[in-house]
């Protein structure tokens, strides 16, 4: 089977696995309502249909430090050229981009000119045992980004990446992932204990299924998907980013 009907294939795997988790939100939404009031329940579920297939809830109104605008990303840097990057925690192939991209990207920050929007999604939350893996992490790491450490706590997180169908790394793993990143005092890990921003993580997650981007890793350069699946990712990333310049 060849790269792009692989990357079909996945897409409409991880396509379905986020419709799956918002159908069950839904649903719970619908047999709560139902509870409190049986007549009401048919217009409940009359919507329940509309939203699975309209735009995403309004956003969070607690967002990490540097959300971008819309809120649906953390903003590195700012610049005339849009770069995004949606990485799953749990994704292998997202741990090989993000290693092989580290360095191309901290130089597009620090050189200036390009906006860097991180969106951390949980796509593969079925994919851990007990589910959830996948909002833990992006969770914690937003909490990171509070104390200035997203991109340090991301690369460790990639770094120790649990295996797909375990439990993921537990509460206290994450928290000490934190104190490797150089995050101190205890802000960072009442946060993660909380799971503070996985309402977040949902919003970004359906934001980005909603502008169908449904596999990861996904890089986009002024919103046209790039190929990082291939020997030499950054450069693929630096082309993108030069063409888009002229």
């Not at 990485?87 to 390009?114: F, H, I, K, S």
Request: positive net charge; aromatic residues 4%; glycine residues 8%.
């Amino acid at each position: 089977m060849d790269t792009a009907t692989n990357m079909r294939a996945a897409d409409a795997e991880v396509r379905e696995m986020v419709h799956r988790r918002r159908r069950r939100r839904r649903a719970l939404a619908v047999s709560l309502g139902a509870v409190l009031a049986v007549a009401g329940a048919a217009l409940v579920g009359a919507g329940l249909v509309r939203a699975t297939n309209t735009a995403p809830d309004e956003a969070p109104s607690r967002v990490p430090t540097g959300a971008a605008a819309g809120k649906a990303g953390l903003a590195a840097s700012t610049g005339a050229v849009r770069v995004d990057l949606y990485l799953d925690y749990l994704c292998p192939e997202c741990r090989r981009t993000e290693q092989a991209l580290a360095t191309a990207v901290q130089d597009l920050v620090a050189n200036g000119g390009v906006s860097v929007v991180h969106h951390p999604v949980a796509f593969l939350d079925d994919r851990s045992r007990p589910a959830g893996y996948s909002t833990r992490a992006a969770s914690a790491a937003a909490c990171a980004a509070d104390e200035g450490k997203f991109a340090e706590y991301s690369r460790i997180l990639f770094a120790e990446q649990p295996p797909e169908q375990g439990p993921g790394l537990g509460e206290a793993e994450l928290v000490a992932a934190g104190r490797e990143a150089g995050i101190t005092g205890a802000t960072f890990e009442r946060c993660v204990k909380e799971a503070r921003y996985r309402p977040w993580v949902r919003y970004v997650s359906d934001v980005a299924a909603s502008r169908k981007v449904a596999l990861t890793p996904t890089v986009m350069v002024e919103g046209r998907r790039i190929d990082v699946t291939g020997p030499d990712p950054a450069a693929a990333l630096a082309r993108a980013v030069t063409e888009a310049r002229r």
